[in-house]
T-cell receptor, first 112, second 117 residues
Framework: RKEVEQDPGPFNVPEGATVAFNCTYSNSASQSFFWYRQDCRKEPKLLMSVYSSGNEDGRFTAQLNRASQYISLLIRDSKLSDSATYLCVVNGRGQAGTALIFGKGTTLSVSS | DAGVIQSPRHEVTEMGQEVTLRCKPISGHDYLFWYRQTMMRGLELLIYFNNNVPIDDSGMPEDRFSAKMPNASFSTLKIQPSEPRDSAVYFC???????????????FGPGTRLTVL
């Protein structure tokens, strides 16, 4: 089983749509979880951290289910500028201050 | 504040040549990471340093790859000899641990796009 698995997509949605991405991870000891965004031919950038209680940042909502080792990202009211690849990221070895493991990403394309 | 700086941004070389990639982390960050990204394998961690000391190099693909961090503001990733399968985008990232030791946000440089012919 891969350490972090994501549906690669692409997800093609119209502006204003709601879209959800899912991710599963294999290391039950992982403690830190993130979503990163990567634009075409650019570097990854942190979108948001994912907390056990779930968290929201504007149109973006992230949730974590530790029992199922599952992370989700919900984007409401999609904008053209949301078109990018979204990377699910977990702490690799369940230890603070160590490496992150990146999923291969889910590609989102928002059209007008 | 300057972000992570990488050079060169693009490198085209011939098989067998030595390639050196450079990275300057964000000032004050005590973790530095080297990643490689390809379409097939995604973003892979090669090696990371804490306070200039290599902590985990298990991702380095083979002996042709080596990395150094002689001081807190500079790191290199060297490939010698280079091969066509090394063609990829190489990212450097840096971060600082929280006071509680939790993993903090990693800030990525713009990457070096390497092509080995």
């Amino acid at each position: 089983r891969k350490e972090v698995e994501q549906d690669p997509g692409p997800f093609n949605v119209p502006e204003g749509a709601t879209v959800a991405f899912n991710c599963t991870y294999s290391n039950s000891a992982s403690q830190s979880f993130f979503w990163y965004r990567q634009d075409c031919r650019k570097e990854p950038k942190l979108l948001m951290s994912v907390y056990s209680s779930g968290n929201e940042d504007g149109r973006f909502t992230a949730q974590l289910n530790r029992a199922s080792q599952y992370i989700s990202l919900l984007i409401r009211d999609s904008k053209l500028s949301d078109s990018a690849t979204y990377l699910c990221v977990v702490n690799g070895r369940g230890q603070a201050g160590t490496a992150l493991i990146f999923g291969k990403g889910t590609t989102l394309s928002v059209s007008s | 504040d300057a972000g992570v700086i990488q050079s060169p941004r693009h490198e085209v070389t011939e098989m067998g040549q030595e390639v050196t990639l450079r990275c300057k982390p964000i000032s004050g960050h005590d973790y530095l990471f080297w990643y490689r990204q390809t379409m097939m394998r995604g973003l892979e961690l090669l090696i990371y340093f804490n306070n200039n000391v290599p902590i985990d190099d298990s991702g380095m693909p083979e002996d042709r790859f080596s990395a150094k961090m002689p001081n807190a503001s500079f790191s290199t990733l060297k490939i010698q000899p280079s091969e066509p399968r090394d063609s990829a985008v190489y990212f450097c990232a840096s971060s600082v641990a929280h006071s509680g030791g939790e993993t903090d946000t990693q800030y990525f440089g713009p990457g070096t796009r390497l092509t080995v012919l």
